[in-house]
């Protein structure tokens, strides 16, 4: 079987249809072919690169949450050693324009002019010879401030005596709306049963090992930018800088260098837009900006969904869930910079889970407050919505009298209507939801974790069970966020593929190393298929003006959607071989294949010619090819999902092409007296289609838990009510370690997706996605005896322990 | 987070430490393991004109069991303390409180001089110098004295030593026979400060009644805390549930307000006080109970 | 601006001697003066541990030691281990395990492995979290990570008793 995604194109959706007799690679672990230049210290990480007159940028941060700007004197620090530019907010306005916000107008320039809008924005910066010396000209910057009342409850921002962060807008609310999908209102009032609680889920965020960073450096004569940075999605990033800086988009050049790790959160609009106009300021010298943990966590993309739910489940008198409605309060923080409000709009991918829910309602109201720009994170907005949703079927469980497990599989999408469509209007490819739970029930040996919980509650011990089922929406597509003000259907990734004199295979891509192996997963696909060694094949990283069409990593897309430009542009390139080989072979090109590395006559055994030799003749011999033959041999695809929908009124898209899923069992214990939580068991089986290199897929499904157990346990940014960040080093925000996170038993399932490259599906968030709410429902589970509920992430000892003050006596 | 401009120099002599000290006064300051130092000169919050680093001094880095106390050179190595026989033989209490500090990549660095004389009072030494009645070494203009751990703690990173003294040595008494003991703290990931820790001691005759007890609570004041009036409520008795409650409710009732951070209210760290307490003892008493 | 110093250091064998200023941590001598950008920086305040080096064979966070510190010392960073262009064992298992993602942390995790299967071949499973426990990876959740160290005590071993030296 094939995805024909257009005329003339064979994509296979089957690991058998490749064109070798035997997969060797593709769909097995392999050594990763990033791995030896990770493990000897030899990838070109940002800070690793140094170019001939480099500049060292260090910035000066507002130390208010709300303040205006009344002067500013740089004066001696011009003067200071080694300084050799200073970069203010009015050379921001005469150069450049208010970063492109979703939604839009809610962006400010780089550097502050008129108002500081939070602690950690950035207010002037200096080029120096070197960090420290530019780090202590910071310090002899006189700016002074007339500070204003700061909003930071996000429940009062939409006040009318409420401070503005945005005067010019006359209000705080960036967005409110109501989506509703069928009847809600009528299938509320038929319910037999209705259950309401609120939720917070508290300021949380990616915090990847290595920082931002960037070197800059702008061509005074060209009026062009070259950019080397940590970026996430150079093209994205290149084409916003176009705007914000006035160039020419193709005057704009970015590379994205290997990084150590994004997970959304990886920004670096800010740093890139402050280093350009500083080299600007200096004739052109290049100025390398490498964030510090400090800055990251006070001012970088480091903080995500600071979210207030209110949330409804209908259910009828048999367990059905007939209807469910979200109201959530998002506080975005200052500005819209940071894509931080699509997090909202993800939801809408998955918004009724693993349950076929006919009707739902979304009531969506995004505010700025006096805190820094949210960021998108690893799940971009389920992992919150999951908490909610599946804290409600376990509440509905619990009061109806019905184990989880049964509840959620009274409810779960048949796994013969696949695909399906939900409410919120996206279509899951497949899935099979019983066997996930089935699965993962035998795993755990669920009704002995549950024997085990009542003998430990007779000894007057709190353990817990938590049973999550979620899906993964995967290959993300602009449509889906279409309800928060982005544009755009489709999201094409390309790749080049050529064939060297010696039958070395070359494929261009336009992303760096971020962590999840895409280029082996790349190298493995394009040695398969042409039948060479994984040695073979080589990815060559290019920059935003070489690299065909691209996105780069993100929204659980890149896997799939590499595989498909693999296979597309191996396909076209296989065609052009197959007519040279014809001429060579001396047939016509229908009786040809490419089989095993060779090109062949069909059926005629010892007629075949290598792969080299064919394209040696491409490029070599031109009198030996038949006429009207492109000796290139070297193809491009772009590969981008079919059938994607715009949004409709509602919001209503196909967005997402892939929905895996997964089911997770965990077992804690709950310290009664000081609310510490400790995790005892974890067990998950998960099902994301085919897996294209099975380690790299456990690596990113251990990977989530980790970030799953600090967004349930540990990691919260607090702001006090002066708007001052109280979290500011790793010494307060708190990265689980290897004592915190659980190792975990893990089984993998494959249900293919029918619609995508070898039935794969997108993969990577989907731990994130459930291990927060299997946390927090296992507390629950533990303490709900005691009359008592858990409702805030992170679940810190603190908060429990507040929580069980109030637990029934003797419970 | 580059660290301010500051002078630097590795004398190789105590009397030059502390003439040092004399000449550069509150401007100076001790680098030892820089585990604690080090960070807040990165984050620019310690500002000290000149650096007096002290691991070059010879004979600050040893280990020693002399009668009835192990004396530390104040440069010793956390890890050190860690990796010595010594230590896990005749010292398991100082063992086990070495092995919650931080993580071995810190205690490679950090000394035991540096922790206690920096005097975190959520740090591990110095509570443990507070249970034994350490006595604390340091040198001055005035030659050397000894202060004994009452008195050298005196508030939130402070001690009693003097603007041009140098602490050189701690000794930390045995446990005498017949004595248990329980470290019980409270962190949110391993490894880090604790919101409350608990040290305790007990000693029990031969016929099980507590002729000795100690208790020390850290994390929850300015400095550690020797729950003293709950120690007296132990001595005499054959302790059980009943005097564990009781004493865990006397020392966390007699604490002044508890620090209140983003990670634990005064209220909550009161009541991880009382708690942890009552841990330790259950604890202190059993292990005691095993040693007789 | 503070009286620079000279100093004289021994890095994966060679020596080097550099003038510094005193408040020039190690990892910025190692990675700006002497180049050996193997060793990363991730928090610059002792926490994540990206920055671990050896430092007279032990394990220390080089963002929060300074270079005049190490003055006298013997200093390894990652750049040390793999030889005649092979990985050494402890990298092999970690490409075996999968032990990796962005890789950024691993150096870090490398050094502080190394110091304990040099002190401790066959170490526990507690010495072996002791071990992790001061290293932060943000990707792989640990699991891979231990059981490359697993496989690496494994591989020594195997070296060991072959008579080999690794």
């Not at chain 1, 203010?88 to 962006?107: A, H, L």
């Amino acid at each position: 079987m094939a995805i024909d995604d257009r005329p003339g194109i064979t994509i296979p959706n089957r690991i058998e249809d490749l064109p070798t007799s035997q997969a060797r690679f593709i769909g097995r672990t392999v050594d990763r072919v990033e791995d030896p230049m990770l493990l000897t210290g030899r990838a070109e990480f940002i800070d690793n690169l140094s170019f001939p007159g480099m500049l060292h940028c260090a910035i000066l941060r507002s130390p208010h949450a709300h303040a205006r700007v009344v002067s500013i004197d740089i004066a001696e620090a011009s003067r200071a050693p080694g300084v050799l530019a200073v970069l203010t907010g009015e050379d921001c306005q005469r150069w450049s324009q208010p970063t492109p916000t979703v939604p839009e107008g809610w962006g400010t320039y780089c550097l502050a002019t008129d108002k500081v809008r939070f602690v950690g924005e950035p207010v002037v910066a200096i080029a120096a010879t070197n960090r420290y010396l530019a780090e202590d000209a910071l310090e002899l910057i006189t700016v002074e401030y007339e500070e204003l009342p700061p909003i930071v409850d996000a429940t009062k921002a939409a006040d009318a005596n409420a401070p503005l962060v945005f005067e010019d807008k006359g209000s705080n609310v960036m967005l409110q709306r109501v989506f509703t999908w069928g009847d809600v209102d009528g299938a509320f009032a038929a319910a037999a049963h209705v259950f309401t609680e609120t939720f917070r889920w508290h300021r949380l965020g990616a915090n990847p090992i290595e920082t931002f960073g960037v070197i800059s450096q702008w061509d005074p004569i060209e009026n062009a930018l070259t950019c080397h940075g940590s970026f996430q999605s150079q093209y994205h990033m290149a084409l916003a800088r176009s705007i914000v800086l006035g160039l020419p988009s193709n005057k704009v050049r970015l590379m994205s260098q290997p990084h150590g790790g994004s997970f959304g959160g990886k920004g670096g609009a800010r740093g890139t837009d402050i280093t350009a106009l500083l080299s600007r300021k200096i004739g052109g010298r290049p100025v390398k900006w490498i964030e510090d943990r400090m800055e990251y966590l006070a001012g970088g993309s480091s903080q995500s969904w600071d979210r207030h739910y209110e949330a409804s489940l209908a259910l009828d008198a048999n367990g059905t869930v007939t209807g469910f409605k979200v109201k959530l309060l998002d506080d975005l923080g200052a500005t819209a910079e940071g894509w931080g409000a699509v997090s909202a709009a993800k939801p809408l991918a998955a918004f009724t889970g693993c349950y076929a829910i006919p009707v739902a309602q979304y009531d969506l109201t995004i505010v700025a407050t006096n805190k820094l720009p949210g960021s998108p994170y690893r799940g971009m907005g389920p992992p919150p919505h999951n908490f909610v949703l599946e804290s409600l079927m376990d509440i509905a469980a619990r009061e109806l009298g019905i184990d989880p497990a049964d509840l959620r599989r009274r409810n779960y999408i048949p796994k013969d209507q696949f695909p399906y469509t939900i409410a919120s209007g996206n279509e899951y490819d497949s899935g099979d939801y019983d066997l996930a739970l089935d699965t993962v029930l035998e795993m755990s040996d669920y009704q002995k974790l549950r024997a085990e919980q009542a003998a430990a509650r007779a000894e007057g011990r709190l353990l817990g069970i938590g049973l999550v089922n979620t899906i993964e929406p995967g290959v993300f597509d602009w449509n889906a966020y279409a309800i928060v003000g982005q544009p755009g259907t489709g999201v094409p990734e390309g790749a080049t593929v050529s064939i060297d004199v010696f039958g070395k295979i070359n494929v261009k891509v336009g992303f760096s190393l971020e962590g999840q192996g895409q280029y082996t997963v790349l190298t493995q696909v394009l040695a398969d298929y042409f039948g060479v060694e994984l040695t073979d094949v080589r990815v060559v990283p290019c920059d935003t003006l070489s690299a065909p069409p691209h996105f780069g990593p993100g929204g659980s897309r890149l896997g799939v959607s590499i595989t498909g430009a693999a296979l597309g542009a191996a396909d076209l390139l296989r065609q052009k071989l197959i007519k040279v080989a014809a001429g060579l072979l001396q047939t016509e090109p229908a009786n040809v294949e490419l089989m095993d590395g060779k090109l062949q006559i069909t059926g005629v055994p010892g007629a075949e010619i290598p792969l080299a030799q064919v394209a040696g003749a491409m490029i070599a011999r031109s009198d030996l090819l038949p006429p009207g033959v492109d000796p290139n041999a070297e193809a491009t695809y772009a590969w981008t999902a079919t059938g994607r929908t715009p949004a409709d009124d509602q919001g209503r898209a196909k967005s997402y092409l892939t929905a895996a899923n997964a089911c997770h069992v965990v077992l804690v214990e709950v310290d009664r007296e000081t609310g510490h939580v400790e995790i005892l068991k974890y067990f998950i089986a998960d099902d994301c289609g085919t897996r294209l290199n099975p380690a790299n897929v456990e690596g990113m499904t251990q990977g989530g838990v980790a970030q799953g157990v600090g967004a349930a346990l540990l990691e919260e940014y607090c702001y006090n009510e002066d708007g001052q960040l109280l979290t500011s080093t790793f010494m307060d925000y708190l990265l689980p370690s290897v004592y915190e996170v659980p190792m975990t038993e893990k089984k993998a399932l494959v249900t293919p997706s029918p619609f995508t490259p070898l039935g794969a599906k997108g993969v990577g968030e989907g731990a994130m996605h459930t291990t927060p709410a299997a946390i927090l429902c296992a507390i629950n589970d533990a303490v709900a005896h005691l009359g008592v509920r858990a409702t805030a992430v992170p679940a810190s000892p603190h908060r429990l322990w507040t929580l069980l003050q109030d637990a029934k006596p003797g419970g | 987070m580059k660290p301010p401009p500051f002078e630097y120099t590795a004398p190789t002599s105590i009397p030059e430490v502390v003439a040092l000290l004399q000449e550069h006064d509150f401007e100076a300051k001790i680098l030892a393991g820089g585990q604690s130092l080090m960070p807040l000169l990165n984050m620019r919050l310690a500002r000290p004109s000149i650096l007096i680093d002290v691991a070059r001094i010879p004979d600050l880095d040893y280990i020693r069991a002399t009668d009835g106390s192990i004396a530390i050179g104040a440069m010793t190595r956390q890890r050190s303390v860690e990796l010595a026989d010594t230590v896990r033989t005749s010292h398991p209490l100082l063992y086990a409180t070495t092995m919650h500090i931080a993580h071995p990549q810190n205690r490679n660095q950090g000394t035991l001089g540096g922790s206690i004389a920096h005097a975190d009072p959520a740090a591990e030494y110095p509570a443990l110098a507070l249970l034994l009645d350490a006595e604390m070494r340091a040198v001055g203009p005035d030659g050397e004295r000894t202060i004994t751990a009452t008195d050298f703690f005196i508030t939130y990173l402070t001690t009693s030593l003097e603007a041009a003294e140098v602490l050189t040595e701690v000794r930390l008494p045995l446990l005498p026979p017949r004595t248990g003991w329980s470290i019980q703290e409270l962190t949110r990931r391993h490894g880090d400060y604790a919101l409350a820790g608990v040290m305790a001691t007990i000693t029990l005759d031969g016929g099980g009644q507590c002729t000795e007890a100690r208790l020390v609570l850290f994390g929850v004041g300015a400095t550690p805390i020797r729950a003293s009036n709950a120690e007296q409520m132990l001595i005499g008795t054959k302790p059980g549930q009943t005097e564990f409650v009781a004493a865990a409710a006397k020392a966390s009732g007699d604490l002044d307000e508890p620090l209140s951070d983003v990670h634990a209210s005064a209220e909550y760290r009161r009541d991880l006080a009382r708690v942890l307490t009552r841990r330790a003892l259950a604890e202190a008493t059993a292990n005691a109970a095993g040693a007789a | 601006m503070a009286t620079p110093r000279t100093i004289t250091l021994s890095v994966n064998g060679t020596t080097h001697q550099v003038t510094v200023e005193p408040r020039t941590t190690l990892v910025d001598l190692l990675r700006g003066d002497l180049g050996l950008t193997g060793t990363h920086v991730g928090c610059e305040h002792g926490v994540c541990g990206a920055c671990t080096i050896l430092w007279n064979g032990k394990a220390v966070r080089s963002c929060i030691m300074l270079a005049v510190q190490a003055d006298g010392s013997e200093v390894t960073t990652v750049e040390s281990m793999a030889q005649d262009g092979e990985l050494h064992p402890i990298q092999q298992a970690f490409m075996e395990a999968h032990g990796l993602q962005c890789g950024f942390c691993t150096p870090g995790f490398l050094m502080s492995i190394s110091e304990l299967l040099t002190r401790s071949p066959d170490p526990t499973d507690e010495e072996i979290k002791d071990t992790l426990g001061g290293q932060i990876c943000r990707c792989t959740g640990y699991q891979s990570i231990f059981t490359a160290v697993r496989l690496a005590i494994k591989k020594l071993a195997d070296a060991r008793a072959a008579g080999g030296s690794a």
